[in-house]
């Protein structure tokens, strides 16, 4: 079991999840005549290719989905696990939760981890025991593993829904007042009606005592 992707799965293009895209997706566009102007609508999907990558530090080759620029990009910075063990942000970003798997399997191996201490003993710090650490996270609670980031937004999520139910309870406070004026209106009207028929009545008693005398 691997310690949960900080990032998450992704929300758009999902098949990237299975691979190593470097953080592409699908696009959309238009192409445009040249002689009429006339729009019509396409995409652009990554150049995704299956191959087989040599792992140095797991002594075997890993079949996965690889972009094209992913593949530069390897090729730039001198292997697949130097691109795997990058340590910037925005690499972990691009890794996905396949490319986050076979990192966490070549943090797992004594050769790694003997790499990663004489880095961290070159620049005077002390070294880690990484099996340890590997335990304490597993240890931790899937929902507490998330990074920071998404915790915002779920509680942006929540925000949006109390508002949302706060506009829905106006709504109907106003409906309510508005069903109650117009009962108060439909009692009023058989009230005037029932006036006014008394009145001519009255009136017409009237013009027959006027016409007797």
């Known amino acids: 079991m691997n310690p949960e992707y900080p990032y998450g799965r ?27 102007k006339i729009k019509t ?37 001198g292997g697949l696990d130097e691109y795997l063990l990058g340590d910037k942000t925005q690499r972990i970003k691009e890794l996905g939760i396949r490319g986050w798997q076979l990192r966490c399997k070549l943090m797992s191996k004594p050769v790694v981890q003997k790499r990663l201490n004489e880095q961290r003993r070159a620049l005077g710090l002390p070294e880690v025991d990484y099996v340890a650490l590997y335990r304490e996270i597993l240890q931790i609670p899937l ?16 925000e949006v829904e109390e508002v949302v139910a706060e506009e829905s309870s106006e709504l109907d406070a106003t409906t309510t007042e508005d069903a109650d004026g117009a009962n108060a209106v439909r009692d009023a009207i058989p009230q005037a009606t029932l006036v006014n028929h008394i009145d001519r009545e009255a009136e017409l008693e009237s013009r027959e005592d006027a016409a007797k005398r």
Do not use: C, M
């Open 10 to 36: 992704a929300q758009w293009y999902k098949q990237s999840d299975h691979g190593l895209y470097g953080g592409q997706r699908i696009r959309f566009g238009n192409n445009v005549s040249e002689r009429t």
């Open 41 to 77: 609508r396409r995409d652009w999907r990554p150049n995704i290719h299956r191959k087989r990558l040599f792992s140095a530090a797991l002594q075997k080759s890993v079949r996965v989905r690889v972009s094209t620029r992913v593949l530069r990009t390897i090729d730039k910075v």
């Open 143 to 158: 929902g507490l593993q998330a990074a920071a980031p998404q915790a915002s937004e779920k509680d942006a999520e929540f």
